[in-house]
């Protein structure tokens, strides 16, 4: 495996890597004190103008492998300019490369109608409107999907929708106009992989009403948000479906893989601004005469994060490599693999990170908390820590069955 770049990627890194410089970084503390001031769920106008300039430098849909839609970038050509998005939490969406609307973005290219590529996928390419992704529901584990108890129910020329979901992110920035629902069409098919279907429905329809929005550790996410919402007899087109009844797990399957290992570089671009952040930090400050930074603690935890972070980079970018060239499902104990280990990384790294700022850490100063709060969230994103364990060691008893011992 080659994982030195090309010549286009490293041209591309160098203008995203200027582009975060040159406007998302400074801009960061006036896009908090904005949505921080009158109406938090209304979008923030200083990322809409970011979104402007990277269009018209053409970073732009980097995270599409078509060169219809996007950059036409593999997922290894992508994983070093998603890092560096992903040192912000403000910088993926100023590129339109933030989550959950590239996955919808990709399910519909790979899976939609035309119909449904006019009325959705061109105006999200644009960054007209944001969209959102309702699948796990609050009554049931929905770590196992084949639990979820929504109902997508055939009626004439129709679908009608009921059920009750909950972290469905994005639903609560006005922008959002769609979102990809996950539920049952056929609850007593003996295979239970295709019971599940996927349907877009539209946020103004009848029936669809957002209950709360859910903070994570205190953090709304304003304007994005996360929130419950219940379907109540919601009536939408049978066009609507999403590449046919009973295609949910299939769906979910090309969506998830590309998802997933997204979440893991932007997660190494933020231990490696944490990482950053702790160095800095302990060579400005002295306690009981020399430079926390000095201190052979601080060291060793320095040391062990930089080992880390560079374990995850090179698993990321095998995971990336192998769902390059045998496929998602070929990688799919990679892509496990590193959902597991990058947000764990990320959590210990940022978590040195914050005890190197003492009581400054915990607060809102030096976005620790917030990163924090945002890399323990995807242990449980995109399926649970024991969810991936469990398939990467049936995956390994698989590999191993023919071994003698």
Not at 156 to 171: L, M, P, Q
Not at 293 to 310: K, N
């Amino acid at each position: 495996m080659d994982f030195s770049h090309s010549d286009k990627v490293k041209k591309l890194q160098a203008q995203v890597r200027d582009f975060m410089a040159q406007h998302v970084y400074p801009a960061e503390a006036d896009i908090i004190a904005e949505i921080n001031s009158g109406d938090r769920w209304q979008p923030s106008q200083i990322i809409e103008g970011l979104k402007t300039k990277a269009k018209s430098a053409g970073l732009w849909n980097l995270f599409l492998p078509d060169t219809e839609h996007g950059a036409g970038l593999t997922n290894m050509e992508y994983a070093p300019l998603c890092e560096i998005m992903g040192r912000s939490t403000f910088g993926p969406e100023a590129f339109n490369c933030s989550a959950p609307d590239t996955g919808n973005m990709e399910v519909l290219v790979r899976y939609g109608s035309e119909e449904q590529k006019n009325q959705w996928l061109t105006p999200l390419l644009k960054g007209e409107i944001r969209s959102a992704f309702a699948m796990t529901e609050p009554d049931v584990a929905s770590s196992d999907a084949r639990n979820i108890e929504a109902r997508i129910e055939a009626d004439g020329e129709d679908y009608v929708i009921n059920g009750r979901k909950w972290w469905t992110s994005g639903a609560g920035d006005p922008r959002c106009k769609v979102l990809i629902f996950m539920g049952k069409t056929d609850p007593d098919n003996e295979d239970t992989h295709r019971q599940q279907s996927m349907i877009l429905v539209p946020m103004d329809a009848p029936g669809v009403k957002i209950e709360r929005m859910l903070p994570v550790f205190g953090y709304d996410d304003a304007p994005h948000g996360h929130a419950e919402m219940t379907f109540t007899d919601v009536r939408v087109p049978a066009s609507n479906i999403l590449l046919g009844p009973g295609r949910g797990f299939e769906i979910a399957q090309g969506r998830l893989g590309p998802g997933r290992i997204h979440h893991c570089m932007r997660l190494i671009g933020q231990a490696e601004r944490a990482l950053e952040k702790m160095c800095k930090r302990t060579a400005a400050r002295v306690a009981f005469g020399k430079p926390i930074a000095y201190q052979t603690v601080t060291q060793e935890r320095i040391a062990e994060s930089r080992i880390m972070i560079e374990q995850c980079r090179l698993l990321t970018l095998k995971a990336a490599y192998i769902m390059d060239t045998a496929g998602n499902k070929v990688a799919r104990k990679e892509i496990a693999m590193i959902k597991v280990a990058a947000p764990n990384m990320a959590c210990k790294v940022i978590d040195w990170a914050i005890q190197a700022h003492g009581g400054g850490g915990v607060s809102d100063d030096f976005g620790l908390a917030m990163a924090y709060a945002h890399a323990r969230t995807l242990r449980l994103a995109d399926g649970p820590d024991e969810v991936h364990r469990n398939q990467i060691a049936r995956i390994e008893l698989g590999e191993q069955a023919g071994v003698n011992r």
